[in-house]
């Protein structure tokens, strides 16, 4: 073996990974359909977490408009506040 045929497995290796996160991208943008929906269409989204141990978790989440505060553990999920109203969106400049 020399130099050129590990200059083309290395092309080849950077060829796939290409490919590979291309494919990521456009099922990110564009979803896959009966798996993944587009970005525009979700309705949930997780706005912001806070890690208060090494097994607990409070996450702020977002539906529809409305946001809800859930504490996450090993033990499971509970709900702390809901219907929160998310605060006005800055200006753009």
């Given at each position: 073996?020399?130099?050129?045929?590990?200059?083309?497995?290395?092309?080849?290796?950077?060829?796939?990974?290409?490919?590979?996160?291309?494919?990521?991208?456009?099922?990110?943008?564009f979803g896959?359909?009966?798996?993944?929906?587009?970005?525009?269409?979700?309705?949930l989204q997780?706005?912001?977490?806070?890690?208060?141990?090494?097994?607990?978790?409070?996450?702020?989440?977002?539906?529809?408009?409305?946001?809800?505060?859930?504490?996450?553990?090993?033990?499971?999920?509970?709900?702390?506040?809901?219907?929160?109203?998310?605060?006005?969106?800055?200006?753009?400049?």
């Open positions: 073996m020399d130099v050129l045929d590990f200059a083309r497995y290395f092309a080849a290796l950077l060829l796939v990974l290409g490919l590979i996160g291309a494919a990521g991208l456009a099922t990110r943008k896959l359909p009966g798996i993944a929906k587009p970005a525009k269409m979700r309705r997780i706005v912001e977490s806070l890690m208060l141990s090494p097994r607990q978790r409070l996450a702020l989440i977002r539906r529809d408009g409305v946001e809800h505060l859930v504490l996450i553990s090993q033990s499971g999920a509970s709900v702390i506040e809901t219907c929160i109203a998310p605060p006005p969106a800055e200006p753009q400049p």
